[in-house]
């Protein structure tokens, strides 16, 4: 049996960067990348964070500028027009949706996607209003309320070597991370807390999803790949047995579920009005 996992994905981009007088033409074309990276990444998200609110996204748009390479495959530029107002570019980006998942997930995005996590953050008097502006951004993305002395604790300083210092203050714990780039201390830190957190919580349980009523295989493998991209429902999906019979073919998943009334909701759409029959039992805790 072959499966054919579908870890990466494809998708066109269309970017305008202006020009500005102090800006050259190499940085003009570096900002139109690092752009259409970004919108390439979020437009993957989309699909991943169902019901996330709108200023979360823009938050998130804001921070994967500069910070989107690490979930990019590859690309190809298609075109790049330079116009009197700046420049024109379309860009073919292959996204690696596994890596963005994991990536996701330690900035809490998938935590934080219908309730906002309550926690206490201390900046410098002295922050400019440039840092102040990132790191607002950088609260948004995350899903904070911000409270007065609340565990979580985040707290912020600037050391000798004129980098950033982050604490993050657990219950039980304390972790610190030093870096010239403010989004990348903010980041390690509650990238940490959200994996102790995922630690804690109580082991996911998988769903055994059975379908039946193909003619052939190739049907099976036609709608493991259309299982895998339902994201905002699955987590993983993966295929253990398919059962052949004169009759017809049968095949059987196990399904990590992300949101099971949405998952429902693509089933119904999706099987029965292609002659097929399906059942949902609980698997095994992982």
Known sequence: MMIFPSVTAAGTVD???AREESVSPMEMRSRAMAEGF????????????????????EALKIYLTDHAKPYIQGYKLLSSKEIEEGLEMRMDVRVD???LRD???ELGLFQTLKTPLAASVVWPEQISEDEMAVLQVLITM???????????????????EKAYKGRMVMDNREWISINKDLSAVWVD???RYFGQTRLMAAPAKTQLLTVAGWFSPDGVLEFDRTLKEW????????????DMQP????????VTVLNRDRLDMLLQSFLPQRGLTFQMTQGEQE
């Open 38 to 57: 970004a919108l390439a990444v979020l437009d993957e998200a989309r699909g991943m964070l169902s019901g996330l609110e709108e200023l979360r996204f």
């Open 231 to 242: 994201e905002s429902a699955v987590q993983e999906a993966r295929l253990v047995e398919m």
């Open 247 to 254: 009759t017809g073919v049968g095949a059987t998943w196990d």
């Open 15 to 17: 970017v305008f960067q």
């Open 142 to 160: 995350t899903g904070l309320e911000l409270k007065d002395d609340m565990y979580p604790a985040f707290s912020l300083e600037y050391t000798k």
């Open 97 to 99: 949706k596994r890596t």
């Open 189 to 191: 830190l509650w990238a």
């Open 103 to 105: 990536g996701l997930k």
